[in-house]
């Protein structure tokens, strides 16, 4: 006699399913992908009050603080108080690009993350209490992402450049000449940074020579290290690009209220602003788990590869630990961009598209010629030197590259402290303070004023 029941699941799956392993393959993508929406989702609420919670750490102030014990509550204030706000269409304004614009930034960046593997591969056969027997599922395995998809870099490059149309129609229907502008901005700013960011990435898909997401940490675990140790220049220049393409400072001009008073959605309000507010979070949020996949190793805590690392297979426990390392992994990131923002100043817009076009492409193509030398000379274990090289040659040339006039530069007036003329007198008496650059006056310089 039996000593358990058990049963077949193939026996009451409907005709038109594949089979087993492929359907707990799709439920278990399905799983994921409700878990990490809601999971990115209440995250994006939360990263805005860690921006500002950092931003006042940086400058010594305290933050939210009353909404709740330590102010954890405030988000849902805020967002409350976007919900009770007025909906606003301004006159002359295309109405259904003006609705839509907002979901068309939203949406590219709520599918994205599908193909991230948030952890390595769960094994039936590891469930307690006999259940992998007792339903059937011996020797299946699925993979902790949304999605199985083998060509999941290309998808993603497909996907990330839609958020451009967002930005641009919600700037045009707007019938404004601030939102017109920044959406013109973004247009610019997001086409010229999506070639360095292509670029980059196909640095790494030659490395790991799989466009499959999983298949790229894999290759950095174990006996590998992380695309970050074998490439930190085509890591830079993502990140730059990943800053770039979620308009995040000091990539910022399509907002630049300084100059556009809001940028693309100066004329958004309630719920519509949040839905461009949120998706900036949201680009950031993903961005940074795809930068954790590529160049941190994914759920890999080895960096690299000489000492125990976490197995790519295993247990529900197994599981759990990867997910921890991975989130922790994308927190920092995020937190290291928030600091970005609250560190360097505003690009000009000539600067952005220098950085761009004569900075960060010519970097790309070198660094992917380099990748592919090396990759065809087998030496893949070697990239490290060949980025080093790369960095040599970059401070080598730089000084031998022809450079555009500085728009910076000094204008001589009349007492300017900058400028050598002089009055119709033939001297200026100027205070030797007002003559230094330093941002600290200097005490042997004599007191700043005499009363």
């Known amino acids: 006699m039996p000593t358990h029941m058990s049963f077949n699941l193939n026996q009451y799956l409907p005709s038109w399913l594949p089979a087993l392993p492929q359907t707990m393959q799709i439920i278990v993508g399905l799983i994921v992908i409700v878990i990490m929406l809601h999971v990115i989702l209440i995250g994006c609420a939360y990263s805005i009050m860690l921006e500002r919670k950092l931003s006042s750490w940086m400058q010594d102030r305290v933050g939210p603080n009353r909404t709740g014990p330590f102010g954890l509550l405030q988000p849902i204030a805020d967002g409350l108080k976007f919900l009770m706000k007025e909906e606003f269409v301004p006159a002359g304004a295309d109405k259904v690009l003006f609705m839509i614009a907002p979901a068309l930034l939203m949406v590219p960046a709520m599918i994205t993350f599908t193909i991230v593997p948030w952890a390595g591969t769960l094994n039936f056969d590891t469930l307690p209490f006999g259940l992998a027997a007792t339903l059937g599922l011996e020797g299946i395995s699925v993979k902790m992402c949304g999605a199985v998809v083998s060509i999941g870099m290309i998808y993603l490059l497909a996907i990330a450049s839609l958020g451009v149309y967002g930005v641009a129609l919600g700037g045009w229907a707007s019938n404004s000449k601030f939102s017109f502008l920044g959406g013109l901005r973004a247009s610019a700013q ?63 001009l399509a907002e630049a209220e ?190 700043l004023s005499i009363h």
Not at 227 to 232: A, D, K
Not at 328 to 354: E, H, N, S
């Open 258 to 447: 300084s100059e556009l008073v809001g940028g693309y959605h100066t004329e958004y309000s309630s719920m519509r602003f949040a839905m461009f507010f949120l998706g900036e979070y949201f680009h950031l949020i993903t961005g940074a788990a795809f930068f954790s996949l590529l160049f941190l190793g994914g759920w890999s805590i080895s960096p690299f590869g000489l000492w125990f690392d976490l197995p790519a297979e295993g247990s529900l426990l197994l599981i759990g630990a990867q997910f921890a390392v991975m989130m922790a992994k994308v927190i920092f990131m995020v937190a290291f961009a928030m600091a970005i923002r609250w560190t360097l100043p505003r690009f000009r817009f000539d600067q952005l598209m220098r950085l761009a076009w004569e900075g960060l492409i010519p970097t790309s193509l070198m660094v992917l010629l380099m990748t592919a030398g090396f990759v065809f000379m087998g030496w893949n274990s070697y990239i490290w030197i060949g980025s080093i090289g790369c960095i040599a040659v970059l401070y080598l040339v730089s000084p031998l590259m022809p450079r555009q006039a500085s728009p910076n530069h000094r204008i001589p007036m009349v007492g300017s402290r900058f400028s050598p003329m002089v009055d119709g007198t033939g001297s200026v008496s100027r205070h030797p303070i007002a003559m230094s650059d330093a941002a600290i006056p200097d005490p042997r310089q004599g007191p």
């Open 190 to 252: 997001m086409i010229s940074y999506e070639i360095p960011m292509g670029l980059s990435l196909l640095c790494i898909i030659l490395t790991a020579g799989n466009l499959d997401p999983y298949g790229i940490v894999v290759a950095q675990t174990g006996n590998g290290m992380w695309n970050i140790v074998q490439q930190p220049v085509a890591a830079i220049i993502f990140y730059t690009c990943l800053l770039a393409e979620a308009n995040r400072a000091p990539f910022d």
